[in-house]
């Protein structure tokens, strides 16, 4: 943990992106987390992910309950909307406002203990529901904050730091998500920021709800040898099934390999993930084929990461209910008090 | 690529830009934290102890550091290290107790070093504490050589010269006053070693049209500035050309004005960038109403009744040549005659060793410099050696100082019989800062404060006392702010992959980008696909072993900035930060064999 501000001081190469902003640009408050946290880097993914395209920072709502990893907004993109709930209400208070205004870029980061424990109900239906929402899950697999104990997300038999086993069943969130009708859905490491980042990119590019369960080494009570959330674990037993380039409308397309190799998923916006498979025989488009390699990799005792599930045609919320495109926070008294004529129609279509 | 070695004393010292540029090593930012501190007493000794003249120096010195600080590539401009030193001069108590005490017992051995100028004081420092008899040998009746001759009293108040060339003197060293007349005089005088540095003591001429009939008023800048200084001249006319651009010629033009001269003017045969001047010296000369005139080459000097009356100027270009050399070709446009009433000629410098008897066995070049060891100072007589102006030819104070060093730890070594060609190598020392979790033994916040200006006099008094120093120097507040803007670059990043886990940390927080975790590469491949890419080739990349997951971490030691938040965040204490000490050694106990 440091006190001081990160020093203004930057690279004079320092690269710029459309907005003209730099990667500092997108910055927050200095973490206050302990020194080598697995979300400072999940933090630092996010940073890379909105500078790479282009987000303008003032239109981004950052929503979190109540944890370590819930703490993490504060230390990016600091120039956002922000919203700290309590424990587990991240994702009611998310489907609210995005229910109010549909123009902002939802991010919601919450932890296991906030989003599998107190929290599963408010997760469970925001899922569900279709919000359009990046979702990330900085996944532990302990209760940093109060010392270390196990979350619901543990292995079961992995050991805690003073050598006991976890007795309980863990909960999988991206299996869970896929049941629960997510549209975009990985999983992904905070060590390796080279497939987080554009797993980032394209949640943010994908419309529906897009979940990402990133599994965030807690260095001061999850890192040992015996857990399953580990640096050293996670590196051995990771099983990616692709790695992705995200492309937006107007980035070329330079990337080029063999067919059969790659796959491509559209996004909403004209633009394209393009994955290359690491596992030929895995489709990402298709759910059944995404929780059947989920459980077999586990079966295996390997964690499986990367791009798991992807619907081309998802759609949110506001296209279930019918919504005006326009954001209901702007729609004033005209737009909302249709006036007494059509008041009296209604009345007298009802006598 | 290999694994840095950072048991070579060079990598580190490397890192400390200022100290590495600096030719006597000073430990720079280790005196101005102590400034920062408010310990003056102990900046001004850890420079006196490299330097010997902190308070000449801080105000006179060609600055080599500067433009290495890495705070210029930060942001723009450097730490003003130079004006540091000064404050630490000014402001310091009564460092007697300090200071060495002469030898209380001789060693027996002899040393002579001719021309009292700041090699030869540096050797007899080095010398006299030894138990060296060390007889200085100077024409003038002062110690001090070039730098109480030639620099203007408002850029180097006597006082200052007195105070530190008398901390050499007080060591018990003679101080004779003799015109060096023959080498062989010299050497029959008995002493177990002669050092020279007699500076480049002859202003080099300017043979043209006119120059003997004008002669009158036509004067030698380095010649003319020493009369300056020892009173002889007190006068010049109103209307004054200064030939030359180097910082003779800025010391002219403004010692000119000071004496009468109303429209002084300096005029270059090259252009404004190419002069040799010192750039903050050329503002000086400009913000006293000096204009300087480029481009202009000397061709004949006019004269009415042998009175100068103006001199003729034909105006040049550069071009390049096939092999790329620089030649000033003449533009076709009519000459310039601008009318003046004296003329200073600060044209260049050049050794001379008339009194050096072509029968000793020492072989001269065509330039008429000796042959002299470029690492030990020896000439090819073993017990004669050069240093300063004097070894290879005008350079500044800092570098005579250096070289006295170097000359002083040959002498010591061969007046005990050892081979001044082993050299003894630096004391090192590399020490953790870290005092708690997130707290160091200095300050890592960094500063955003940009570089404060040295308050000066005000003209109009200046320009009416040629005595008046110019520069007031830094307050102790202002020396506390720019003292702050130091990026501390001895702490050093330390890196030991045992305990890295990759886990990124440092790699996010780095303000400068300068930190990567990527598979192996030969560097030139490496620098393009880094963080942030490092196209700084004079600076080094700090590469690891192989990590667990095969990959290397790669630092780009250009924009560091000491800030120590790769430590702060760094879980395992794999990145550390760790004070590197560099003591060159000097002539004593520690340069001789420990045979």
């Known amino acids: ?351 | 690529m290999k694994p840095t070695d950072t048991a070579n004393p060079d990598y580190f010292h490397k890192v400390v830009d200022c100290q590495w540029a600096c030719p006597a090593h000073t430990p720079v930012p280790e005196y101005i934290r102590l400034i920062a501190a408010g310990r003056y007493d102990d900046a001004y000794m850890i420079n006196w102890k490299s330097n010997v003249f902190p308070g000449i120096l801080g105000r006179t010195c060609d600055r080599p550091c500067e433009p290495a600080c890495r705070r210029g590539r930060v942001e723009e401009q450097p730490v003003a290290i130079c004006r540091l030193k000064r404050v630490a001069a000014d402001y310091k108590g009564d460092i007697h107790a300090l200071l060495p005490k002469p030898a209380t017992t001789k060693n027996g051995k002899r040393i002579a070093c001719l021309g009292a100028g700041p090699a030869s004081l540096t050797v007899a420092r080095d010398l006299a504490p030894l138990g060296y008899e060390v007889v200085v040998f100077d024409q003038d009746p002062f110690a001090g050589g070039m730098m109480r001759t030639q620099i203007p009293k408002f850029r180097l108040p006597e006082t200052v010269i007195d105070e530190e060339v008398g901390y050499v003197l007080d060591l018990g060293v003679e101080l004779r006053r003799k015109k060096i007349e023959s080498m062989k005089e010299m050497l029959g005088m008995g002493f177990d070693a002669v050092f020279v540095g007699t500076g480049a003591p002859r202003g080099r001429e300017l043979e043209i049209p006119g120059r003997q009939e004008a002669a009158a008023n036509i004067h030698i800048g380095i010649d003319w500035l020493s009369s300056v200084s020892f009173g002889h001249v007190t006068g010049i006319g109103k209307r004054v050309i200064v030939l030359g651009g180097g910082n003779t010629a800025m010391d002219c033009c403004r010692s000119s004005r000071r004496l009468g001269g109303e429209s002084v003017t300096v005029v270059v045969r090259s252009g404004f960038d190419e002069m040799k001047a010192s750039p903050w010296e050329k503002e000086d000369a400009q913000g006293e109403g000096i204009p300087i005139l480029n481009w202009l080459v000397p061709k004949e000097f006019t004269h009415d009744n042998g009175k100068l009356t103006g001199v003729v100027f034909e105006k040049v270009k550069a071009t390049r040549d096939a092999k790329g050399r620089r030649d000033l070709v003449p533009t076709g446009e009519p000459d310039e005659h601008i009318l003046c009433d004296d003329v200073l000629v600060a044209v260049g410098q050049e050794n001379a060793f008339p009194w050096i008897e072509k029968d000793l066995g020492m072989t001269f070049d065509r330039w008429g410099m000796p042959k002299v060891d470029e690492v030990t100072f020896q000439s090819e007589i073993p017990n004669v050696f050069f240093g300063g102006d004097a070894a290879f030819g005008p350079k500044n104070i800092i570098w005579a100082v250096a070289h006295g060093h170097e000359a002083a730890v040959s002498i010591d070594k061969f007046c005990q019989g050892e081979n001044v060609k082993e050299r003894p190598s630096p004391l090192t020392n590399l020490v953790s800062q870290k005092m708690g979790i997130h707290e160091w033994t200095y300050d890592n916040d960094i500063a955003n404060d940009i570089r404060y200006k040295v308050p000066h006099r005000a003209a109009e008094i200046a320009l009416k006392d040629i005595r008046a120093e110019v520069e007031l120097g830094f307050d102790d507040k202002l020396a506390f702010k720019e003292a702050q803007r130091c990026l501390n670059c001895d702490v050093e990043t330390v890196f030991e992959e045992k305990l890295c886990i990759e886990c990124d940390a440092c790699v996010d927080i780095c303000p400068e980008d300068c930190i990567t975790f990527a598979p192996d590469g030969d560097e030139a491949e490496l620098r393009g696909r880094l963080t942030a890419p490092a196209a700084n080739l004079t600076q080094d990349l700090y590469v690891s072993a192989a990590l667990p997951t095969t990959r290397i971490m790669i630092k780009d030691e250009d924009l560091c900035l000491h800030c120590g938040f790769c430590a702060e965040r760094c879980p395992t204490g794999a990145w550390d930060m760790r004070k590197f000490r560099l003591d060159t050694t000097q002539a004593g106990d520690g340069c001789r064999s420990r045979a």
């Open chain 1, 1 to 351: 943990m440091s006190y001081l501000a990160k020093p203004k001081f930057h690279h004079p190469a320092i690269e710029v992106n459309q907005l003209g902003f730099t990667h500092r640009d997108y910055e927050g408050a200095i973490s206050t987390l302990c020194a080598g946290c697995g979300h400072d880097s999940i933090s630092a993914a996010i940073i890379h992910a909105c500078f790479e395209l282009s987000i303008p920072p003032h239109r981004v709502a950052k929503m979190s309950g109540i944890g370590c990893s819930s703490k993490t907004p504060t230390y990016f993109l600091g120039q956002s909307h922000g919203f700290n709930t309590v424990h587990g209400r991240m994702p009611s208070v998310l489907t609210g406002a995005n229910l109010a205004n549909r123009d902002l870029i939802y991010l919601g980061v919450s932890g296991d203990g906030d989003s599998a424990s107190i929290g599963i109900g408010q997760f469970v239906h925001a899922i569900r529901r279709g919000v359009n929402m990046v979702y990330i899950v900085e996944n532990n697999g302990v209760y940093g904050l109060t010392k270390g104990q196990f979350s619901a997300t543990a292995d079961q038999g992995s050991k805690s730091k003073k050598g006991v086993a976890n007795p309980d069943s863990p909960i999988d969130m991206v299996a869970l998500a896929i049941q629960l009708g997510a549209t975009y859905v990985g999983r992904s490491f905070s060590g390796d920021k080279s497939q987080l980042v554009p797993l980032i990119k394209g949640a943010f590019e994908h419309r529906g709800a897009a979940f990402i369960d990133c599994i965030s080494p807690c260095v001061a009570f999850n890192n040992h040898a015996g857990s399953t959330k580990s640096f050293d674990y996670v590196r051995a037993h990771n099983a990616a099934l692709n790695t992705l380039d995200v492309i937006t409308g107007r980035a070329p397309i330079t990337a080029d390999y063999e067919p059969g190799e790659t796959q491509t998923v559209k996004l909403h916006d004209g633009g394209m993930i393009r994955l290359r498979k690491l596992d030929a025989t895995h489709d990402v488009t298709d759910r059944a084929a995404a929780l059947a390699a989920i459980h077999r990799h586990q079966s295996q005792g390997e964690i499986v990461t990367g791009l798991l599930y992807a619907d081309e045609d998802s759609g949110d919320l506001h296209d279930r209910l019918g919504t005006v495109d326009r954001p209901l926070n702007r729609l004033g008294d005209a737009d909302l008090c249709p006036g007494v004529e059509a008041l009296e129609r209604v009345n007298a279509a009802l006598r």
